[in-house]
């Protein structure tokens, strides 16, 4: 069992920055893959950063470049540094963990967090 909790969503002016917290706790040293997903209102859930325990990264078009995703294993926390965010980037956050090897993208996430909002305006 892994238990995820995210902060640091708030609002922000479109070209603004804010960085996100997922702080894991349980059986995290099973932990393969964590990521971050968002859901916008009215639309489906949508994989934005993936790292493994290993540190390789994968993100989606739409935020490469301007998300960067990485983790503190000494604190069991996982971040997203999100720079020049967009109205398009207003979503719930949740941060995902999951137990599988392979690929992150695409991976099973079993666990997650219970969401943070983000809101742009431009």
């Known amino acids: 069992q892994v238990t995820l909790v995210e902060s640091g969503g708030g609002s922000v002016q479109s070209g603004g920055s804010l960085r996100l917290s997922c702080a894991a706790s349980g059986d995290t040293a099973r932990t393969y893959c964590m990521a971050w997903f968002r859901q916008a209102p009215g639309s489906g859930r949508e994989g934005v950063a993936w790292?493994?325990?290993?540190?390789?990264?994968d993100y989606a078009d739409s935020v490469k470049d301007r998300f960067t995703i990485s983790q503190d294993n000494g604190k069991n926390t996982l971040y997203l540094q999100m720079n020049n965010l967009k109205p398009e980037d207003t979503a719930t956050y949740y941060c995902?963990?999951?137990?599988?090897?392979?690929?992150?993208?695409?991976?099973?996430?079993?666990?997650w967090g219970q969401g943070t909002q983000v809101t742009v305006s431009s």
């Open positions: 790292i493994s325990t290993a540190g390789s990264t």
């Open positions: 995902a963990a999951s137990l599988r090897r392979g690929r992150c993208a695409g991976n099973f996430y079993a666990y």
